[in-house]
């Protein structure tokens, strides 16, 4: 049971961080890109007219034009990229790196800054109190024309709450059945950049991430994960934590929120841990180890009739033995009990006998 956990589990652990690692790398390219390319921004009410094409050469592709227009964009956003905490102020500088624009502004729903004539224009918001937010710094040029860029931004908060339960069950486990852990994460925002993990002990069992919810605003998510419990995972300790991955913008130190710990009480048994031929030496007691929750009670019966078990055996308690065990279910074991010639008499004197000869060798040395 032990070994088979150990070989799974890594490769699970493999197998979700490959299946995770894919739709990291699309969701975070994905936005700014999706968000550079398209067109249908409102164009602020100052400007005289929308951005005039360049005649000399008729666009292939408007998508190829348009980032060529972005790669000519004399615009820098000092920072370039933004992870702030909802609530928590921010403040941004758009500044032109030439000359030839008149014209500088912000088009942001939230505090947008009058345009300048001057060469940066910053963006301060004492509060960020929007999750979605796509704010866009934009140049006029002395033509009529325009050139924008785009700051990504993603405004997060921790988790409320995370609880870790059984779905659809109470009370104890038996031994072999399967159930499902549940994680709820209550309040998370956003829900893409949310990872669970799902431990027992100090055992990290698997890391999940959520489904592809892209809402931004805070969710409530439940991830969930199969287990099969087995009598070494009676008193375990499972639990559960929320991490935001927020990536290198993020806070240097993650949100991260652990659930508390949900001990697990396993039914089985009983067990009875006696060997087919049970061999005690003369005047030893008798005796095999019953494990099993519950605690089992165990009576020994020889030919049909419940016996006491002798505290020191005699060669007439040599024969065969019924161990009975109630607990969870009724189990019974048939034993040989051998009874071998008391060798513990023998011992002491062979102990003796070689301290004799130490003693006289010492005395002899000196
Ligand atoms: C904004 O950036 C420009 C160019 O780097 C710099 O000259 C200006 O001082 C900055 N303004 C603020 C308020 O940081
Ligand atoms: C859990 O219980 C609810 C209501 O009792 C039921 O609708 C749902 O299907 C159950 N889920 C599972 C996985 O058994
Ligand atoms: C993820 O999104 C796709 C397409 O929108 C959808 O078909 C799929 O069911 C979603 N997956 C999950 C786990 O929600
Ligand atoms: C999340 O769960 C809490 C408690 O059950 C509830 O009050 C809240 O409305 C839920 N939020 C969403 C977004 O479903
Ligand atoms: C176990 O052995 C006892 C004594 O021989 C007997 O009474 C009982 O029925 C047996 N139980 C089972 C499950 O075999």
């Not at 000359?99 to 960020?128: C, I, N, Q, R, Y």
């Not at 072999?176 to 950049?193: D, F, R, S």
Request: net charge negative; with cysteine.
């Amino acid at each position: 049971m032990i070994t088979l956990r150990w070989t799974i589990t890594p490769l699970l652990l493999y197998l979700l961080s490959s299946a995770t690692s894919s739709p990291v790398s699309i969701s975070t390219s994905a936005p700014p890109l999706l968000s550079q390319i398209s067109p249908p921004s409102p164009v602020p009410t100052i400007l005289p007219s929308p951005p005039s094409p360049s005649l000399s050469a008729p666009p292939p592709t408007i998508n190829q034009a348009e980032l060529t227009e972005k790669a000519k964009c004399p615009l820098t956003m000092s920072p370039s990229t933004l992870v702030v905490r909802f609530g928590d102020p921010v403040t941004v500088n758009c500044s032109l790196r030439t000359l030839g624009f008149p014209l500088l502004g912000w088009e942001v729903s939230l505090a947008s800054p009058a345009p300048t004539e001057g060469h940066f224009l910053v963006w301060s918001v004492d509060k960020m109190t929007e999750w979605s937010i796509n704010p866009m710094c934009w140049a006029l040029t002395d033509q009529g024309g325009q050139c924008d860029i785009n700051l990504p931004l993603i405004v997060f908060k921790p988790p409320d709450s995370v609880t870790l339960s059984l779905l659809n069950h109470t009370g104890p486990m038996m031994e072999g059945n399967e159930y499902t852990l549940q994680c709820t994460v209550q309040g998370v925002a956003p829900a893409e950049k949310l990872s669970v993990t799902f431990y027992r002990g100090q055992t990290a069992l698997v890391q999940t991430r959520t489904s592809n919810n892209t809402e931004k605003e805070p969710v409530n998510e439940t991830l969930t994960w199969i287990i099969t419990p087995s009598k070494e995972d009676d008193g375990a300790e499972y639990w559960c934590e929320a991490t935001l991955k927020l990536g290198p913008e993020g806070p240097r130190h993650p949100p991260v929120v652990k659930s508390k710990r949900l001990t697990a009480t396993v039914l089985y048994g009983p067990q009875i841990d006696c060997p087919p031929k049970l061999r005690v030496k003369e005047g030893e007691s008798l005796e095999c180890a019953v494990r099993g929750n519950p605690q089992p009670l165990v009576t020994w019966f020889r030919d049909g009739e419940a016996v006491a078990l002798p505290a020191h055996s005699n060669r007439e308690h040599a024969g065969y033995y019924t161990v009975s065990a109630k607990g969870l279910r009724e189990k019974n074991l048939t034993v040989m009990v051998e009874v071998l010639p008391g060798g513990g008499a023998a011992n002491s004197y062979n102990r003796c006998f070689l301290l004799a000869v130490l003693l006289f060798q010492t005395l002899h040395w000196l």
